[in-house]
């Protein structure tokens, strides 16, 4: 089992939809992160949370550390928003390496 | 905000030659690097950590001898595929940590072709 797992793998949504996407971890953390894949490979970093709630424009970013959970919000999402999605945690124990989830594939058709 | 430069973009080789990537932190000091290397639809494996100065620490199963990492300065790290064959051919991309506030910044990675 993989200590950082995504859900849904793949997503497909209309315009203007709502998506979320859901990351569960196992291991203690210090910090969790979700970066952006676009097709072309470079990865960005929308998020970086150890509590609480981010938001940045459209995206939302929660983490509930007891349940060991963080969901990514997408509101009224646009063909631009998709990429690949990945959730990847710093672990408490080693403070630098991320363990990175398998990516969740986001397509948004107009 | 933090840019990490990473050349080139994509490289074809012949087997046998060994290519260099570059990766640059722009506009801070990179107190660590990560190279990871992706195949096709999954996601990042860390290849090695490398800390300014320091020799890199390499993740069980990646040949430190073919994957040359060098780190010589705070903003530089360099990744050398030694020796490439057809099965190196992958998508390389780094990451570097400076100011711990700010997480992790990554590079455009490089796609690498060995023919």
């Known amino acids: 089992k993989n200590e950082v797992e995504q859900s849904p793998q793949n997503l497909t949504a209309q315009e203007g939809e709502f998506i979320t996407i859901n990351c569960s971890y196992s291991?203690?953390?210090?910090?969790l992160h979700w970066l952006q894949q676009h097709p072309g490979g470079g990865i960005v970093s929308l998020f970086m949370?150890?509590?609480g709630k981010k938001k940045h424009g459209r995206l939302i970013a929660t983490i509930n550390i007891q349940e060991k959970h963080s969901s990514l919000h997408i509101t009224a999402s646009h063909p631009r928003d998709s990429a690949v999605y990945i959730c990847?945690?710093?672990?408490?124990?080693?403070?630098?390496?991320?363990?990175f989830g398998t990516g969740t594939r986001l397509q948004v058709f107009p | 905000g933090a840019v990490v430069s990473q050349h080139p973009s994509w490289v074809i080789c012949k087997s046998g030659t060994s290519v260099k990537i570059e990766c640059r932190s722009l506009d801070f000091q990179a107190t660590t690097m990560f190279w990871y290397r992706q195949f096709p639809k999954q996601s990042l494996m860390l290849m090695a950590t490398s800390n300014e100065g320091s020799k890199a620490t390499y993740e069980q199963g990646v040949e430190k001898d073919k994957f040359l990492i060098n780190h010589a300065s705070l903003t530089l790290s360099t990744l050398t595929v030694t020796s490439a064959h057809p099965e190196d051919s992958s998508f390389y991309i780094c990451s570097a940590v400076g100011d711990r506030l700010y997480g992790y910044t990554f590079g455009s990675g490089t796609r690498l072709t060995v023919v």
């Open positions: 990847a945690v710093r672990s408490s124990y080693n403070t630098d390496k991320l363990i």
């Open positions: 291991v203690g953390i210090s910090a």
């Open positions: 949370l150890s509590s």
